[in-house]
């Protein structure tokens, strides 16, 4: 590496070739997106030591691909259908259409149904949006959470 150093009245400066300059400008950036990881990896550990939920790869995958997340993660759980739906009072018929999407419940069912599952709410249960109308969580991020990974800001 071709490095030269001149005086300036600011102080001394170092010039070297754009290709070298380009190089380290990439490992700092580098060593940054590192530091970054690094402090994702630190929090997500915090998170878990204080009994946060983790899920495998599959599941937190099943739930970002927007499957359904009663039946994904009742799946996980080893219930059947019969199993959730006798724990949670309700019909075998009522929790195939709260999978299938037929029905959306009521917040209430969603609370149970969390405590059931020994999950977050906020992988269940309907959010409403600006206008006041429900719809579908944030699935993906909670989903990413859970799975340790960082979500993207909008």
């Known amino acids: 590496m071709k490095v030269r150093f001149e005086t300036t009245p600011k102080g001394e400066v170092a010039i070297l070739p754009r290709a070298e300059y380009e190089r380290l400008v990439a490992l700092a950036a580098e060593a940054a997106e590192d530091a ?13 030591a204080a009994g946060a939920p983790v899920f495998p790869l599959a599941v937190a995958e099943a739930l970002a691909d927007g499957e359904n997340p009663i039946r994904v993660l009742r799946g996980f759980r080893g219930m ?34 969390a405590r059931v599952l020994s999950v977050p709410l906020d992988l269940l249960a309907p959010v409403e949006n600006d206008l006041g109308s429900p719809e579908a969580p944030s699935r993906k991020k909670a989903a990413q959470r859970a799975a340790g990974r960082k979500t993207p800001h909008r």
């Open 36 to 48: 970054g990881t690094a402090r994702l990896v630190a929090k997500a550990r915090e998170e878990i």
């Open 80 to 113: 059947t259908q019969v199993e959730l739906a006798t724990a949670l009072g309700i019909t075998q018929g009522y929790l195939s259409d709260l999978e299938s999407g037929k029905r959306a419940g009521p917040l209430a069912l969603h609370r149970k149904l």
